[in-house]
């Protein structure tokens, strides 16, 4: 089992950033991928990005270029840092984990792109 909290987010003006946290209840070591995904009202939940236990990542075509996924292997963390923020990014933001084939899914944080 792996509970994830997830932290961060908000109401953020177009153009501007966002850090998203999430702290997994076990070693960040023992997780074989974590990742973020993002579901919008009526619609699909999508991957943002993901990253594995040996730092590989990987990017939605729409996150490229403006979000990074990062580890902090101290903090037992990870990260996503949202820059550019458009209107279009407003959506739950759920972080991910796969450990051994079974899928941990956090609770969501609500972030909202608007002016």
């Known amino acids: 089992q792996v509970q994830l909290v997830e932290s961060g987010g908000g109401l953020v003006q177009p153009g501007g950033s966002l850090r998203l946290s999430c702290v997994p209840s076990?070693?960040?070591?023992?997780?074989?991928?974590m990742g973020w995904y993002r579901q919008a009202p009526g619609k699909e939940r999508d991957l943002v990005a993901t990253?594995?236990?040996?730092?590989?990542?990987n990017y939605a075509d729409s996150a490229k270029g403006r979000f990074t996924i990062s580890r902090d292997n101290a903090k037992n963390l990870v990260y996503l840092q949202m820059n550019s923020l458009k209107p279009e990014d407003t959506a739950v933001y759920y972080c991910?984990?796969?450990?051994?084939?079974?899928?941990?899914w956090g609770q969501g944080t609500q972030v909202t792109v608007s002016s």
């Open positions: 991910h984990a796969l450990v051994h084939h079974f899928n941990y």
């Open positions: 076990r070693s960040i070591f023992s997780i074989d991928r």
């Open positions: 990253i594995t236990s040996s730092g590989s990542t």
